[in-house]
């Protein structure tokens, strides 16, 4: 960082880019999580390890929801509807286990319907809008932070890891469709929340009803990672 220069605060990043909603979960107990557009808070299901846990190197505040078990706490956080038009889907996550079959780290999908950014059985992260996969070419290790994003234009998909366009753009006009609830650390599987848990943390989960650009996911990544 150039002396002199004042690195603006990720919050604030993120809440200037005007998502629709934004969740940083640095709640330490009690069972909601704030949002902090303050539109519509989420829900701890189970019991999480921590919450307040440690976030990203680049952002100073507790943030984040732990679990260490696969099995332990999760949330969801209300039936808002999906964007129709355009999104960003974009969190944090900080994997400790590799899941079996697979964990869900932040989205709104059930049955084929709406996205969700997820962590398959294998070395790879995946942005999945609708039917369509979207699959990271690089794989995040183990037991370091991760920042996550997929965006639908309206008619082209992109995935991003650590700030880099990894996946896209993939041609694609189909509304991602809306049903069941949005989710933290896992996804929904038959409309139940707590088969698919992530093993690790998930921190600062926000959407957007527009795509946000390659600078921006840039930028969010660049301060998230604290350079």
């Known amino acids: ?5 004042t690195r603006e605060r990720y919050e604030t990043a993120v809440v200037n880019m005007k998502p629709v909603r934004y969740w940083r979960l640095s709640e330490t107990s009690g069972t909601v999580l704030r949002d902090r557009m303050n539109v519509t808070d989420g829900t701890t299901i189970g019991t999480p390890t921590q919450r307040g846990w440690q976030g990203p190197p680049g952002i100073a505040d507790g943030v984040g929801m732990r679990t260490t078990t696969g099995s332990g706490g999760t949330a969801t956080a209300g039936s808002n509807a999906f964007p129709s038009t355009a999104y960003t889907l974009a969190a944090w996550t900080f994997i400790t286990a590799q899941p079996s079959p697979d964990a869900g780290i932040f989205g709104k999908w059930a049955n084929g ?11 790879r992260i995946v942005f999945l809008h609708r039917s369509t996969s979207l699959t990271s070419t690089s794989a995040p290790p183990l037991n370091r932070w991760a920042f996550v994003v997929g965006t639908w234009t309206g008619t082209q998909l992109n995935s991003y890891v650590n700030g880099i366009r990894e996946v896209g753009p993939i041609s694609n006009s189909t509304a991602p469709g809306d049903t069941g609830l949005w989710s933290l650390n896992t996804y929904n599987v038959v409309n139940v929340y707590t088969s698919r848990i992530l093993t690790g943390t998930i921190a600062e989960p926000a959407y957007w009803d527009r795509a946000l650009s ?10 998230g990672f604290g350079r």
């Open 214 to 223: 390659a600078g921006e996911i840039a930028y969010l990544a660049a301060l």
């Open 113 to 123: 319907t709406g996205a969700v950014i997820y962590k398959p059985n294998s070395i």
């Open 1 to 5: 960082m150039h002396p002199g220069f």
